[in-house]
């Protein structure tokens, strides 16, 4: 049995106490990555963003917002873990300011100036010992390329990308990408079939 840590669903980067910037991203497929893991009989930890999915009860959930937060959870459980599936799709930017009270409008257009947020799966490749990593990419052009790039760039063992269809959506349609760039599998389907298929694909390879 391994240990598995999954991130999960989106992030949360507050522009003041009730505005903030995010996405779409439901959960919905982290929580069938958890679900495939579990069904295997492996132990999951589950670092999640403000989701409204259930996750398999026999997981440890370890609820966060931020992108900053989603990252210390995570590099507070990794190293205790055999793998990493990064499925959330955590926020990108954040704001330099944050409002200590409500924006209030003026009539007059807001600036907001906008930095990155840390690369969650990156900084856990800067730490890795003998763990394997799996990450998930949305793009919009160029998607094996693109997914090939940031599998180099996070130091992945396999990657997984999809489109923007994939989003809060009940079915989805990937493609399984090896640091060789060999596409293991093209799948489509409801995301539970589709994270039984990619989990199949990860016990074969990655897990002893």
């Not at 982290?30 to 403000?50: K, L, R, T």
């Not at 209030?104 to 969650?120: A, C, F, I, Q, Y």
């Not at 800067?126 to 996070?154: C, G, H, P, Y």
Request: aromatic fraction near 4%; charge should be negative; glycine fraction near 6%.
């Amino acid at each position: 049995m391994s240990r598995i840590l999954i991130t999960s669903g989106p992030t949360r980067q507050h522009l003041d106490p009730v505005r903030y910037l995010t996405n779409a991203s439901s959960g919905r497929m982290g929580a069938a990555m958890a679900s495939a893991a579990v069904d295997a009989g492996h132990e999951v930890v589950i670092v999640s963003g403000p989701v409204d999915v259930e996750y398999p009860s026999a997981a440890q959930v370890v609820p966060v917002v931020s992108t900053e937060d989603m990252l210390k959870a995570s590099l507070e459980v990794f190293p205790d873990c055999d793998g990493l599936i990064g499925v959330a799709a955590p926020c990108d930017y954040r704001p330099v300011v944050v409002a200590a009270q409500k924006i209030r409008k003026t009539g007059e257009p807001l600036d907001v100036r906008l930095v990155e947020t840390p690369d969650v799966v990156a900084q856990l490749a800067t730490v890795r010992n003998s763990q394997w990593m799996v990450a998930f990419a949305l793009e919009t052009e160029d998607l094996r390329i693109r997914a090939l790039q940031k599998l180099e760039r996070k130091s992945c063992d396999l990657i997984v990308v999809n489109g923007p269809g994939a989003i809060h959506a009940i079915n989805t349609q990937v493609e399984l990408i090896s640091a060789e760039g060999d596409v293991l599998a093209a799948l489509a389907g409801s995301k539970q079939q589709v994270a039984a298929d990619i989990f199949r694909v990860i016990q074969d390879r990655l897990i002893p």
